[in-house]
């Protein structure tokens, strides 16, 4: 389907344009990592998930005035040696893209692999 749908771009280009750019690598490294992800657009969060509901949701991606969080649904019960997730929720984590190089940090692949292939055995 493709994360960068005229929903995302418009979402995208209302924000400052470092953090659209970091937005728009961050979408694109979850298409290819998860080309079959249904893509919504809630408020100003993007979802990806096996479907538009709640139950299926793999990724979040929301872009803040200085950096975009990418939460991961169930993220709590991931495996993240690096130890790039935040949050003490007792479902759900975050990571913080503040730059480029955030975007290819050691273990950030295999973090967002492991919750896709979560994702696809749940939903």
């Excluded at 490294?29 to 299926?56: C, M, Q």
Aim: charged share 20%; aromatic share 4%.
């Amino acid at each position: 389907m493709g994360g960068m749908t005229e929903a995302v771009e418009q979402l995208l280009a209302a924000q400052q344009a470092p953090v659209a750019g970091l937005a728009r690598r961050l979408v694109a490294l979850i298409d290819e990592l998860y080309p079959d992800a249904v893509v919504t657009v809630n408020g100003g969060d993007i979802g990806f998930g096996s479907g538009t509901g709640y139950k299926g949701l793999v990724f979040v991606v929301s872009p803040h005035a200085k950096h975009v969080t990418l939460g991961l649904a169930g993220g709590a019960d991931l495996p993240d040696p690096a130890g790039l997730m935040e949050g003490r929720g007792r479902v759900h984590r975050h990571v913080k893209i503040r730059e480029e190089a955030d975007l290819v940090r050691p273990g950030l692949r295999d973090l967002m692999t492991a919750a896709v292939d979560r994702g696809r055995s749940v939903g």
